[in-house]
């Protein structure tokens, strides 16, 4: 009887220990499971605001260089989803319909490109494909509602999306662009990189003391004289080399960073909680022309402005001199808090190294051979932008808008008239 | 000499009742707050629901003063006679009171449900709530960036570094910013962040946790352009760390736990 027992006993043991062990094992796999779907539903949904961007921008100009651009990333882009929904477990009728609906759209961007199909008509079908395109893109979207059980988005794409009962008809929507061939295109490049930091290595200044560095941050930010400071150097490593500042006061708590060449601020960030009062916008700019003043950027002006829930991002660029155009690259973020204006963060990372800009011609535009007759030119300046072989090019800033597809920044080489950037504004 | 003081003396008194009178007096619905493109929060809500129900609006109604509202907004003034400058002050403000409506409790409440609606006049309420839009963060980012963007950011941020100090949490979603500009990593945040043992918070499931408002706001610094680490595009927790490789990568600073490395 005894010996009974422990043979129950440890055949219980053991039952338990596999019992848990493949317990484990399947949540291992249903993580990897979740986060391949996961990766490949927010790669899509992704590529899928890329590319109703680049279809909007199609829509914009009429002038066929112009229009180079935006075709071309509309073939890559549409050709870079489809390889993305091919890994999806989607149900077969669905991933065809979609798969034929993107090829028709990368298809038919490789033929008005190439003459083959009138823009007029591109330009007709793909009013709707975009908003289609947004719905999809949103419908993918990484998501952790549902109290962040990260089989949601398992779940909900086997249980939802995948079945052909969706409440949009795609095939409705693979029809409105129906009349292009089909053909398979190769996997591209993504997306360019717009935002490029500036190579702090070669500050020639002479070097600051650890003591300097002190003072300067008392003088810069007076309020937390004060305040407990705890100063490192960077790593030896480091690709240049600056002061860390950690800087604690009551409550608040932040950090500075200064190079050491020179004694720049490169940037500064504090955290502390927040009252719900809420300053002006015009106290909020005169907050802001303050500071840059205060910290010697008066060559700066404010570009851009947005108001969230504790505070204000506001976007500077340095003013050329010769001929009042922005220098984007050269730009200085301000954070504001709301509810009584005080500075919670400066990032002057580009501005240390001011852009060498070389005289560049200035031939006017004519808009109406540009812009499709829906947009209307809204406002015009000049601003120095990069170019894809990163030189810095003035150019007009455009302003221009229609009602359906939204507003946009153009920015237009003054000299050669090539579209440098186009951004679309929220 | 009386008559001229009486004259003066009326005189005044007329001076001061026409201004009385032609004083603006503030509107009953908006805060006394001056409304600009950049601006957030309920009096955007107001605005956007007033100008949709006269039909100058037809984007979605969601607190944020970008240029659809402010192209409405011009066109409102423009028919009525107002300055068009594209700002709600209280010549604006109570001229929209006065033609249009606001039901309050039905707009936040489908806010709040986060229900995709409209807000027009002349239909009715209830047939103007469609389908639950997807969940987002709501806030105001740089236009190179989405609220896909910041969730999946802070998703990362929260479950990598909700211990650290803020400025930590700065630094992880700049390290994931700068690998997406960089030629080694993926072109996209999604990518970068589902990227085969790339963060830990992904391998364990963290990434799934719902992140909370500091992460959220450590995220928005970063896409705004702060970045602690000086251009890191890795980082590692000395104590935890096994792989010997990430130790040769040339290091940066230490931020809280994490080292930071180029």
């Known amino acids: 009887m005894k010996k009974f027992a422990w043979i129950i006993t440890a055949v219980a043991v053991i039952f338990i220990v596999y019992h848990f062990s493949v317990q484990e094992k399947n949540t291992r796999l249903e993580n990897a499971l979740a986060v391949q779907y996961s990766n490949q539903l927010t790669s899509s949904s992704e590529k899928l605001v890329k590319l109703s961007e680049a279809i909007d921008q199609t829509l914009i100009f009429t002038d066929k260089t112009a229009l180079e651009q935006p075709l071309d990333d509309v073939w890559r882009l549409s050709s870079d989803i489809r390889a993305s929904i091919s890994a999806l477990p989607l149900e077969e009728g669905t991933s065809t319909q979609w798969m034929n609906y993107l090829n028709r759209i990368g298809n038919g961007a490789s033929q008005v490109r190439n003459g083959k199909v009138p823009l007029e008509d591109w330009q007709k079908s793909m009013t709707t494909a975009r908003s289609n395109l947004i719905t999809l893109s949103n419908e993918w979207a990484f998501n952790t509602k549902d109290q962040g059980k990260k089989d949601y988005l398992v779940r909900t794409f086997v249980n939802r999306k995948v079945n052909d009962k969706n409440d949009k008809s795609w095939k409705t929507l693979g029809d409105s662009v129906k009349a292009y061939t089909e053909s398979d295109f190769p996997m591209t490049a993504s997306e360019t990189d717009q935002q490029k930091k500036k190579d702090l290595e070669h500050i020639r200044d002479s070097e600051v003391s650890e003591n300097q560095i002190k003072e300067r941050f008392i003088k810069f930010f007076p309020a937390l004289k004060d305040a407990t400071l705890h100063i490192t150097e960077s790593s030896k490593d480091a690709p240049y080399p600056f002061y860390h500042v950690e800087f604690h006061k009551g409550i608040r708590i932040g950090y500075a960073d200064f190079t050491k060449r020179g004694g720049h601020l490169l940037s500064y960030l504090l955290e502390r909680p927040f009252e719900e009062t809420t300053i002006s916008v015009e106290r909020m700019k005169e907050k802001a022309k303050g500071y840059l003043k205060a910290f010697n950027y008066a060559d700066t002006t404010i570009v851009d402005y947005r108001e969230n829930n504790i505070a204000w991002h506001i976007a500077n660029a340095r003013v050329d001199n010769e001929n009042d155009a922005l220098v984007y690259a050269d730009g200085i973020q301000l954070k504001i808090a709301k509810d009584n204006g005080e500075l919670l963060g400066l990032n002057a990372m580009e501005y240390i190294q001011e852009e060498n800009i070389p005289t560049q011609a200035v031939v006017p535009v004519d808009y109406h051979e540009l812009f499709t007759s829906d947009f209307v030119v809204e406002e015009e300046k000049l601003a120095y932008v990069e170019n894809d072989q990163l030189q810095q090019r003035l150019a007009f800033e455009v302003l221009t808008r229609n009602d359906s597809i939204g507003t946009y920044k153009i920015y237009i080489d003054t000299e050669t008239h090539e579209i440098l950037q186009s951004e679309k504004l929220p | ?262």
Not at chain 2, 140 to 147: A, I, S, V
Not at chain 2, 206 to 220: D, F, G, M, S
């Open chain 2, 1 to 262: 000499m009386k008559q001229i003081k009486y004259i003066l003396i009326s005189l005044v008194l007329c001076i001061v009742s026409y201004s009385l009178l032609t004083k603006v007096e503030p509107s009953q619905a908006f805060s006394t707050q001056v409304l600009e493109r950049g601006g957030y929060g309920d009096d955007v809500i107001e605005l956007q629901a007033r100008l949709q129900y006269i039909s100058f609006y037809t984007s979605e109604i969601d607190g944020k003063f970008g240029y659809s509202t402010y192209w409405a907004l011009r066109n409102f003034q423009e028919k009525y006679g107002l300055p068009i400058d594209g700002m709600l002050g209280e010549k604006t403000k109570k001229k929209l009171v006065e033609v249009s409506k606001f039901h309050k409790d039905f707009v936040h409440e489908q806010i709040n449900k986060g229900n995709s609606f409209t807000h027009y006049g002349g239909i009715a309420l209830e047939k103007q709530v469609k389908n639950k839009k997807p969940a987002t963060s709501n806030m105001q980012l740089p236009p190179e960036y989405t609220e896909k963007d910041l969730d999946l950011i802070a998703n990362a941020v929260y479950g990598e570094a909700r211990g650290e100090p803020y400025e930590g949490q700065v630094a992880v979603a700049a390290v994931i910013l700068n690998r997406v500009e960089h030629s080694d990593f993926p072109n996209t945040v999604g990518e970068v962040i589902f990227q085969p043992r790339a963060f830990t918070a992904v391998a364990d499931g963290q990434i799934w946790l719902t992140p909370n408002e500091r992460a959220k706001e450590a995220v928005l610094d970063a896409l705004n352009g702060w970045d602690p680490t000086e251009n890191a595009i890795y980082y590692f927790n000395p104590d935890t760390a096994t792989s010997d490789w990430i130790w040769s990568r040339p290091q940066i600073k230490k931020i809280g736990q994490h080292i930071f490395c180029s």
